[in-house]
């Protein structure tokens, strides 16, 4: 028993719960595979020109425009360049994004486009490295796919950048850092690198300073392994920066970043019988300013707050968010779309925000009984969700994110959709992430989607929405309105224009 809870057990035997379908087995490789983002051949790179943009009537409401597109253009999508998670860091001078190859790719901020007046938002490739590689479980017969589940930025204390991604079952802290010198005229080795003879020095001589080429280079400081025995879903930096969380299906572990050898287990719902498991756990947070305190959902809806200060184990939460199902919806399909699939904490603390199938609800933190804000995503799949089902879209696991402001949030949907809610104006729009905008000047146009009845020009049926298409991961920059939506192996960037 340590400060934090349990001590994780290295290895823990498999439990009979059915495992998911191992990917195709993949060759090993000795080199290093290159995103579709960072295919300069394929990279489409176009900037609007905020001066000569078409301004739409607005009511001083925020409109959307393009600004890049990242990735190939090709239709043939390789499932290994498929975007898994995208995520800015704390001045939003950095985006990441990691990829089902295994690779992470990090856009920096255009300098030139910061400066310009107005502002644009404008990313350029900044490094690209294999974070995690397929490897294959001996002791239970499973493969481990390279995916990256998440990537978590930690707070920026010197001009070396440090982040966290994860796959199914490992965590990596990566160390990015930036070189633009080298030494030479060393008196104990060749300028080769090799050993010299100390015999062999007749004098001494000071090393001097050469000026090279900037070079971004990523490696690896810590390797946080063999603590989930089911899928880690989440990873959370604390807000003293010294620890972080991850989470899979049952357990919820406490790490601190100097320490990989061991974690503490702070949140277990695993059932002694199998056969009795009710619930899994879908996602977890840290709060932004409260070291103690962090938040995790559930299957079945529900939120839990738990206090750290209260009980080294929290298996018992100190607050739990629910809201009771209105009995007119109740359907088979009531569990499944009720199951929480992605949770925010505010940037002040005060709110959080959770993304069910189909709508996103803002809690206070005061109040555990029902949610203060609830936007429909798309309520006009509940019509569809028997279909949804049997081609499996009903388990797609939708994220959700904050404006830095904490005034608006946004979340995406199928057919390349995502929705912006304004929480002031209680207003929301449907955009579109689609290569039929990737033109200079151009204003993302609201769509709209017909249930019935006659269609109107601009609208679109439900029977016709692609559902293969589908914005899953949406990241909002922590100060403008700046943000970056991942459609399949397309990175897009919009911005705002008033």
Known sequence: M?????????LEPPDPQPQAQPPPAIPPRTFMRQSSITKIGNMLNTAININGAKKPQSNGEASWCFSQIKGALDDDVTDADIISCVEFNHDGELLATGD???RVVIFQRDPASKAANPRRGEYNVYSTFQSHEPEFDYLKSLEIE?????????????????????????????KVSERDKSFEGY???????LIRDPQNVTALRVPSVKQIPLMVEASPRRTFANAHTYHINSISVNSDQETFLSADDLRINLWHLEVVNQSYNIVDIKPTNMEELTEVITAA??????CNVFVYSSSKGTIRLCDMRSAALCDRHSKQFEEPENPTNRSFFSEII??????????SGRYMISRDYLSIKVWDLHMETKPIETYPVHEYLRAKLCSLYENDCIFDKFECCWNGKDSSIMTGSYNNFFRVFDRNSKKDVTLEASRDIIKPKTVLKPRKVCTGGKRKKDEISVDCLDFNKKILHTAWHPEENIIAVAATNNLFIFQDKF
């Open 2 to 10: 340590g400060r934090w809870g349990r001590q994780s057990p290295v």
């Open 100 to 102: 089902k190859g295994g």
């Open 146 to 174: 390279e995916k990256i589940n998440k990537i978590r930025w930690l707070q920026q204390k010197n001009p070396v950048h440090f982040l966290l991604s994860t796959n199914d079952k490992t965590v990596k802290l990566w």
């Open 187 to 193: 008196n104990t080795k060749e300028e080769n690198g």
């Open 285 to 290: 947070e840290f709060h932004p300013t409260e």
């Open 338 to 347: 009720s199951s929480i699939s992605d949770v925010k904490l505010s940037n």
